[in-house]
């Protein structure tokens, strides 16, 4: 039985990308748990764009992590101790386990931890992955904000992230003509080839934005984005009259001092409906969204895809392979 | 009986405010009329901060204006000859008159014209504010995008403008605590005195944002803007859950080569509607609220106020009071 906990703490708030600094690692005991209680060994963690928000000191969705606190994270955690009567040894519970080795399952409403049902054709990532943030976030954002009609035109950014990845998928479940964008034509081919997209466009290539007018010949009804700065400008210029812009993630602007920033002209010009979103809203409709995204995955009509990233240590790393675009599809770190 | 018609026409496009190059007045002979056209004289000209847009090169939801074409204007006119089945000498019209002293009624949709009813109890004026494109797009703007309910909070920036004075005065009729932004002491009290606003703010204190978050202790509901950038951005930071964002104008960045800058950050946090709209997606409903608003003028409950200059050459100089926040209520150029 192991006896010490390493855990990423927050030491200092980052200003660009994580510098060796900003998270410090920590050996400290297995806390010994009291009645009500359960420990879990945290298998996997999912590495998310919105960590770096969480380590910045403005207001957001969620309290900012604070200086000397375990870095929060998503993960994927098996019960190895139980003194809760809901779970027993050798069940597996997703939820905030934060950045470290071992966690203490409280019962608390704010730490609460899903316990995983038992699905034959589902791998464990998946669950912090299709059937886990990445999933929901693609369900609820395209279905509920952008609302697709079969036939219109709906444009993803950071195409083939683990969010974006799903997003395109259903969008062509539901008839959409879909174009992705994303910045490696290794990128570019997964999400044409393997997910079925029905054009890909990298950004770095110079001409990217009459490849985008190409791809687009009818306009842009619905864009979810992802990205914001110059890619979303782009999108925006290309959208229709009274299109929608799902606005999930900006991550172009996360490690920059001023997040976010585009023009709202081409919003009035075209009678834009933009609309922010985080999946929380929709808990109520979790299990429902989660039974349909475990039927399309179970008949093949929605692929994921993980990088893993082995070892706690390189989880600081991990974070910054995000805002370099060198992941495809959901980012994760193994332990 | 005159002959010669003054015009001002698009010399240069303009690359911040309307410098003596950008319009040229020009003398030309009054044309004659043929079969089903009529010629009015323009009394009174519509000054409005789209016509910065119309000057300018790039998509928008008019085609800009030509270099070489009259300038584009809202006006009021008197007929005072007519070929034209419709039109009889003394009628007045409203329509797209243009930056000129007469114009040819010539049928045409999209030069159409409407024909002033008469209301004992409205003056010229009123028709190119109140009964106008400012009360239309104040009514569809908060009534269809922001959807006031009783007891929200309305800001509304450019509050003492054509359109914002009548914005505030619509929210109070719906229930809303209203405050408003404006850059001028007196334009604040005239909102707050004579208005009925709750709260005025003077922009240019430099305490004003904190004199924002005390006005709007329950935060804000609904921001009716039209100035965008950093009133926009300060306001979004007061902004509720779910809030709703009118995006009707960004004043502060006609002027600029990058109009309409401001964060997404706090839509995504916030999980605001952002939507854009012009009131032409409305004409089929003009009726209606015209007449709303015509009743709520004449029992007391909408007031509405003119600033006018006089002449047709103080026009360009016209246009740049209007970014310079000269004017208070509507702006007029009286012929």
Known sequence: MPTTNRQWFLAHRPTGLITPDVLQLTESPIPSISEGQALAKVKYLSIDPTMRVWMADFPQYMPPVQIGEVMRAFGLAEIIES??????????????????????????????????????FLSDTNFLNLLGINGLTAYF????????????????????????????????????????????????????DDLGFDAAINYKHADWKSQLAAATPKGVDIDFENVGGEIMQAVLDRMNLHGRVVLCGLISGYTKHDPGLASFGQIIIKRLRVEGFLIMDYVLKFMDAGQKLGMWKMTGKLKDRQTIVKGLEKAPEAINMLFRGENIGKLIVEL
């Not at 939820?95 to 704010?110: P, R």
């Not at 952008?146 to 036939?151: A, N, V």
């Not at 974006?164 to 259903?170: A, P």
Request: hydrophobic residues 35%.
């Open 83 to 120: 003194r809760h009567p809901n779970f027993k040894k050798g069940d597996k519970v997703s939820g905030l386990t934060g950045l470290q080795e071992y966690v203490v399952l409280t019962g608390e409403e704010k730490r609460s931890f899903q316990k995983l049902p038992s699905m034959p």
């Open 141 to 192: 954002g395209l279905l509920e904000v952008g609302k697709p009609q079969s036939g219109e035109t709906l444009v993803v950014s950071a195409a083939a992230g683990a969010t974006g990845s799903i997003v395109g998928q259903l969008g062509k479940i539901h008839g959409c003509r879909v174009v992705g964008i994303a910045g490696t034509d290794e990128k570019c081919k997964w999400i044409k």
